[in-house]
């Protein structure tokens, strides 16, 4: 069953806090993403990432690093979390043979709120 | 600037009725475009999409049209339907030798009335 699963569903934090997204997934796919959806912005890409170690900018990455250890694994991390980073995050993967643009299997969100 | 853009925040159908919803693009390296269809609290999801050797693709109900010279796609629902109230989210990204990333709009919000 190809999947993408992201942890936690719901977060609540603290401004000034760690926040770390977890995605993994289990189709062996190449690329994985994290956007986050805000009201009237659509989907915001952060980060990419073409395979183990191997991440590149998105168009939003200010305020976010990530890590990818494994392939099936992708992580999003806020240092210091700020108000304006609450928002839904979504975690997405992609067969991606070549670096060409192809469909993306979402995750079902991580809605973070910081306070 | 937002390099895809979607000019309807929202649009209103009655059921059985034709509706098309529209995508505008910035980049000349586009070559990939798809749209997607997302549930309230459910992620998005595949609907339809087409590579730019092709000016239109065809399935069941949902058709892509696309119109390279003026940066335009378009999303055409025949014969609405009470279920196919979504978000749609057309996306573009580059096909060949480019970059995996895919650019999303900013969503319609599509609702069909019984």
């Known amino acids: 069953d190809m999947k993408v699963t992201q942890m936690p569903r719901y977060l609540i934090k603290r401004m000034g806090e760690n926040v770390l997204l977890e995605c993994g997934q289990d189709?062996?796919?190449?690329?994985m993403y994290w956007y986050r959806q805000d009201p009237g912005l659509g989907l915001q890409l952060i980060y990419i990432?073409?395979?183990?170690?191997?991440?590149s900018e998105g168009d939003i990455p200010k305020g976010y690093r990530v890590s990818r250890k494994k392939r099936e694994h992708f992580s999003l991390i806020l240092d210091s979390a700020k108000t304006n980073q609450t928002s839904v995050y979504f975690c997405?993967?992609?067969?991606?043979?070549?670096?060409?643009?192809?469909?993306?299997?979402f995750g079902s969100g991580t809605r973070l709120t910081v306070l | 600037g937002q390099q895809v853009k979607q000019s309807s925040p929202s649009l209103t159908v009655q059921e059985g009725g034709i509706l098309i919803l529209n995508c505008d693009y910035e980049n000349d390296m586009f070559d990939y475009f798809a749209w997607y269809k997302k549930y309230p609290d459910n992620s998005p999801t595949l609907l339809i999409s087409v590579r730019s050797n092709v000016d239109k693709r065809e399935d069941g109900r949902f058709t892509v049209f696309l119109n390279k010279s003026g940066k335009h796609f378009s999303l055409h629902i025949t014969a609405s339907q009470p279920e196919d109230t979504a978000v749609y989210l057309c996306?573009?990204?580059?096909?060949?030798?480019?970059?995996?990333?895919?650019?999303f709009g900013e969503g319609t919000k599509l609702t069909v009335s019984s």
């Open positions: 996306a573009a990204g580059e096909n060949q030798g480019g970059s995996a990333k895919l650019i």
């Open positions: 189709m062996s796919h190449e690329t």
């Open positions: 990432s073409y395979d183990v170690d191997s991440n």
């Open positions: 997405a993967s992609s067969l991606s043979s070549g670096r060409s643009a192809e469909t993306l299997y």
